[in-house]
């Protein structure tokens, strides 16, 4: 398959770690955080960590919407969606994402009328094709899918449809950068940056982790290949003492982004003050709402969602867990209490939350490591 | 044949929900938790696909599963192809060759009988085609509405070659795990024919009877065939990791041999499905001695329908109950049963 063999290819692979290992300074550790869910899960998808020397750390970020999302967003999506009436339409990644009174499709399997969509073009076409029902759309990520509920609301308002209705939950992802650098007990040396979000974005956006927190940033792809330059790529950036931003997803991403799909972005949506994320806490002007121009469309303002506060339980320590200050497997919940099956914390939710993925590729290797009698697949433990 | 296998599963949850249905943990924890601590006996806690019981000098296999298949007719095939390949390759997997299937419907009100005529046809066909006689059968109607048109289960009795001992107290350390042809095409071809996602492809179910690939198989090698699944539910990831379980091992599979057609291939990575969880219903994964793997191949491969057979990893000792997935350039990763379905990955 193209775009994506070349980036797999063995030898190649083989080859990038190959110089990794010989750059690194062994008498110093590297933390190195994605940013990205999407990194986390190639990472270990391709178990990469493996190929690492172990004075590299890869910290996994807040990068993954739905790992991010508090329940009580949740729990207010499916308030909406037990009215008769109502079509909630929601990703994919959303479908099992518990609330504090369970998950969509719990919701769904319990009577209530959830639809799985793979666009909001196919939410806005579920509201035409049901004129009687109200349709609302789940609404959550990064800048990737915020541009596509721009358009849509866009088309909405052109054709007049009266029956469609976004319930917004998209957030930004360098207002958490930020929030991540301004903690006092933050232990990044630099930052694998999000490709698909910069694809919109731009990489000047960072500017100010290089400049204000002088951290390297590096955009990166999602294929073994990309992950492990990019590392290459932090690696001569640290030691030469630089600290900027460049861009390894060239095939992806122009340095100024997308400006006609931030253009959409901002025909449709305003920051919120603040907004809630899960493990973070409340972070300044980091979640999108709908601007009044479209508050016909807004599902909280239609549908008068009461705010609902749920706590996650004080064990879980998904905050560490992203700055960096604790390993997945070192919470005290991790693989116990909390589960992918049952996640508890946050970043058990999705396969790009560092928890999942970690229980789901990874926590056995320890055992592998201790145990095995085969030297050659005895890899190091990813969770050093 | 073996002991039976102890569980210490217990079953809390509350209440039914679809991942108790589709074949992954939940499925197992209300089957090991709930069914058989209930039903409790040597053959049942086999736990294969069908039951394998002695019967004067022979040995019989039992099967039977119920079709629900939303929508009923999709590229490749339909609920009636399903309904009786599904029950044939039960029996296919436990060595044996099929006598009789039993057919019992449940129709909802309001059904378009051009829709039953259709299905009752190609089950008609599929029969045929897999030399099974359907020997008897039933029919319920539900009102409208409690059913999403027509179910189907079936039930197959057939019996087990006498050359064979298949078991996962068989499998050792070394024997090679070998899959019969590309993963992934039917459970992709339903998602795609759903009409949910909007995405376009020519992929088609692979729904079959492999009959002829087990039949091929347990002529070449007799007893050096250890163990066979077929890779429905849960696809070939759930299968390794039951297999792991059951027979005290770990298994190691190479990452750049899981045979996974392009098309297949791009819509699990647009939709970031691994394809090791899609669901197959003319694949199966077997166990054989190391000695015996490349004759295991020539014979899949003389077979039509078998020519991409492969061998996909090996069993090995350790740590017990694991699956791993090794690429060619050295990461390591855990392959995990599935949580409830496939869902595509957006944001």
Redesign the interface.
Known sequence: ?KF?DEF?E?SI??KV?DEIRACVDPSRRYSIMEVCGGHT?AI?????A??LPPNIDLIHGPGC??CVLPMGRIDEGLEIANDPNVILAA???M??VPGSRGSP??S??RGADV?????PL?ALRLAESNPERRVVFFA???E??TPATALTLLRARERGISNFFVFSNHILVNPAIRALLEMPDMRIDAFIGPGHVTTVIGCESYRFIARDHHRPLVVAGFE?VDVLQSILMILRQLHEGRAEIENQYTRAVPWEGNPAARGAIDLVFEPRESFEWRGLGAIPASGLQLRDEFGAFDAERHFGVTRRAVADPAEARCGDVLKGALKPHECPLFGKGCT??RPIGALMV???GACAAQY??????T??TV????RD?A?PSVDR | MNQPHTSSITFADSHIGMPHGAGGQATRRLVEGLFIPAFRNAVLAERSDAAVFAHGSDRLAMTTDSYVVKPLAFPGGSIGDLAINGTVNDLAVSGADPLVVSASFILEAGLDVTILRREVEAMARAAAAAGVTIATGDTKVVEHGKADGLYINTTGLGRVDPRLQLGPSRVVPGDQVLVSGPIGDHGITILLARGELDLESDVRSDTRSILLLTRALRDALGSELKWMRDATRGGVATVLNELADDAGVSVFVSEERIPVRDVVRGACELLGIDPLHVANEGQFVAVVSRESADRAISALRAVPGGEGAVVLGEVRDGPVGAVFGRSDFGGTRVIDMLVGDPLPRIC
């Open positions: 398959m994506v797999r063995s692979v083989r770690a899960h270990f998808r391709f178990g990469l493996d190929l919407p739905v990703y994919g990644d479908m099992r499709l719990e769904k399997a639809r799985m969509v793979y666009s196919d959550i990520g990064f990737t899918t073994p992918p099956e999705s396969s790009e789901n590729y990874a926590h056995l290797k055992t592998l145990g095995a009698s085969d697949v890899t």
